[in-house]
């Protein structure tokens, strides 16, 4: 009957942050933040999907803040971030601005990773100001813009109504997951893993989704189940890499490609053969490696130069 919130130890325990902070949305919601790194470095700033929280970025703050300054946040009602009456594509956008105006500074951009709903919160902001002015590449992890349901292979049936009708009912259901037990990692590894994603993988992910209060899981499922953000990604114009494993039920392959096609800068497309839903746990090297080469193709080294004080320049 374990509540653990996350992975104890190992690869996918989360780091210790630097600091942490609540920043506040335009409706008053509140969002845990977590900073890691140095101040001076070049900013990441993750974004996570539904049912989990900042804990599943685990492996990429470790690796990324040796170097990276590393900014993770949790949805609103998810991990440390309070359940709000609001939950939309328009208030997932408003979160992002408010992390954004609270953790970078007037002049500096950041490379954004978003995983599931936390891409689709980036293609719901593309239009924002903070957005446009802050972000200078984007990696999409394992998402999509429309049609979610429709599209989705957890129901092991041709594509058509039946499907789409027993895919609504178990992404949206009410049901409490319980506690984390062998037969609810099988169907969590079923649902979003891959079928060569390793036990300590499973356990990871289950741990983080268990979490999730089923009262925000099934506000959210609604909020997925009537995307349409299409405009969105033929909105981001900055430099955007997508990655999506072949295994993927939740937002399988067809989803990534209709971005690619979608997007004005498309950089690259990377599909991984086995992975699940999970890609920044189930391939952490890979992505981390995406994230690290987006913010060396498109942000400074570093912040702008202080002045030499007078008497040293005499």
């Known amino acids: 009957m374990s509540r653990i919130l996350h992975a104890a130890a190992g690869p996918y325990a989360p780091p210790v942050p630097a600091h942490e902070t609540t920043v506040v949305a335009a409706d008053g919601a509140r969002l845990h933040v977590e900073v890691h790194g140095r101040e001076d ?19 990429q703050i470790r690796a990324l803040a040796a170097d990276h300054r590393v900014i993770a946040y949790d949805q609103r009602g998810h991990g440390r971030s309070p359940a709000h009456p609001a939950c939309s594509t328009e208030t997932l956008a408003d979160d992002l601005e408010a992390v954004l105006a609270a953790t970078l500074g007037p002049d500096e951009r950041a490379v954004v990773a978003g995983h599931s709903m936390g891409g689709m919160t980036v293609m719901a902001a593309a239009t924002r100001p903070r957005v446009r002015a802050h972000v200078a590449a984007v990696l999409l992890c394992s998402t999509g813009s429309s049609r979610l349901v429709a599209s989705s292979t957890v129901v092991p049936l041709g594509e058509g109504r039946v499907r789409t009708w027993l895919t609504r009912r178990i992404l949206g259901s009410r049901a409490p997951l319980g506690p984390v037990t062998p037969l609810a990692r099988r169907i969590l590894k079923y649902g979003t ?17 268990h979490a999730c209060p089923r009262g925000v899981r099934h506000a959210w499922s609604q909020v997925l189940d009537l995307l349409d953000l299409d405009e969105g990604v033929r909105e981001l114009t900055m430099p955007v890499e997508v990655v999506v494993g072949t295994a993927d039920r939740l937002t399988p392959p067809v989803q990534a490609r209709a971005l690619v096609a979608a997007l004005p800068n498309c950089v690259g ?30 942000l400074s080294t570093a912040r702008e130069e202080r002045a030499v004080p007078a008497e040293e320049s005499a």
Do not use: D, N, Q, Y
């Open 41 to 59: 470095a070049p900013a990441v700033v993750l974004a996570h999907g539904w049912c989990c929280s900042t804990a599943f970025w685990a492996a």
């Open 193 to 209: 893993l891959g079928p060569g994603s390793g036990p300590h993988m499973v356990e990871a992910c289950a741990r983080i989704v």
């Open 269 to 298: 497309v990377t599909e991984l053969p086995g992975v699940g839903h999970m890609t920044p746990v189930e391939a952490p090297a890979l992505v981390t490696g995406k994230i690290r080469a987006l913010a060396a193709a498109h």
